[in-house]
T-cell receptor, first 114, second 115 residues
C-alpha cells in the first residue's frame, strides 16, 4: 500500500524550459511534505519543503505547490538546467502522530537535455 | 564532520555472512534514521532513534536486522545471516530535533551486495 506515489518514473525536459514533477498521497493525515534530489552514488539531498498550512513555497528556481483537496503536490523547476538531472523523491509525514518517519515515493528521474 | 558519514561505502558479503554498517550523524543531531533503498525504489523506513532510545523499529524486515545507538551518537545496523534479498543501499539520516516536521539529512549510503 503506497502512501506516496510518483507515477512518472522519468521525465525529459529541454534546458531552459519548466520541469514539473508530480506526487500524490493517500494518507489525509500527512501535513508536511519534502522534495529530495539524488545523484547517482550519493545520498538524497534536501531540496524544498512545504507545510499543509501553505499552498506554495518558493526557493529560487524551485517552487512546490500543494493541493490538499486533491492530495497532490508538484515541484516546478524553472528554468531547468542540465545540473538538475537527477532522481527526485517526494516525501511526506504526519507531524501530529508523534515521531513518524518520512514516507517516500519511488522517485522520478529527470533528464534535462542541453 | 559537516554531514552524515557512513561506512563502509561498499560491501560485498557472501550469503550467510554477518555485516555491520556504521553511521556517524551530524554532530548534535538528536534523531537518527535508517532507510533501505532497493534498486528502482524509494527509501523505505527501517528504524528510528531519538538519542539512544530506539523509538520505532517497525520497518526492520526480519529479526536478522538489528540496530543500536548506545551513546546517542554513532549507530550501527547489523544484518545477520545475510540473504540475497538484503542487497540494497542502506541510508542513514539524522535531524536536529524530533522527526516530525523537520528536515532529515542523509548520508551517502552503504551499498550492500550479497552474493
Amino acid at each position: 500500500d503506497q502512501q506516496v506515489k510518483q507515477n512518472s518514473p522519468s521525465l525529459s525536459v529541454q534546458e531552459g524550459r519548466i520541469s514539473i514533477l508530480n506526487c500524490d498521497y493517500t494518507n489525509s493525515m500527512f501535513d508536511y511534505f519534502l522534495w529530495y534530489k539524488k545523484y547517482p552514488a550519493e545520498g538524497p539531498t534536501f531540496l524544498i519543503s512545504i507545510s499543509s498550512i501553505k499552498d506554495k513555497n518558493e526557493d529560487g528556481r524551485f517552487t512546490v505547490f500543494l493541493n490538499k483537496s486533491a492530495k497532490h503536490l508538484s515541484l516546478h523547476i524553472v528554468p531547468s538546467q542540465p545540473g538538475d538531472s537527477a532522481v527526485y523523491f517526494c516525501a511526506a509525514s504526519d507531524t501530529n502522530s508523534g515521531n513518524t518517519p518520512l514516507v517516500f515515493g519511488k522517485g522520478t528521474r529527470l533528464s534535462v537535455i542541453a | 564532520g559537516a554531514g552524515v558519514s557512513q561506512s563502509p561505502r561498499y560491501k560485498v558479503a557472501k550469503r550467510g555472512q554477518d555485516v555491520a554498517l556504521r553511521c556517524d550523524p551530524i554532530s548534535g543531531h538528536v534523531s537518527l534514521f535508517w532507510y533501505q533503498q532497493a534498486l528502482g525504489q524509494g527509501p523505505e523506513f527501517l528504524t528510528y532513534f531519538q538519542n539512544e532510545a530506539q523509538l520505532d523499529k517497525s520497518g526492520l524486515p526480519s529479526d536478522r536486522f538489528f540496530a543500536e545507538r548506545p551513546e546517542g551518537s554513532v549507530s550501527t545496523l547489523k544484518i545477520q545471516r545475510t540473504q540475497q534479498e538484503d542487497s540494497a543501499v542502506y541510508l542513514c539520516a539524522s535531524s536536529l530535533w524530533v522527526a516530525a516536521g523537520n528536515t532529515i539529512y542523509f548520508g551517502e549510503g552503504s551499498w550492500l551486495t550479497v552474493v
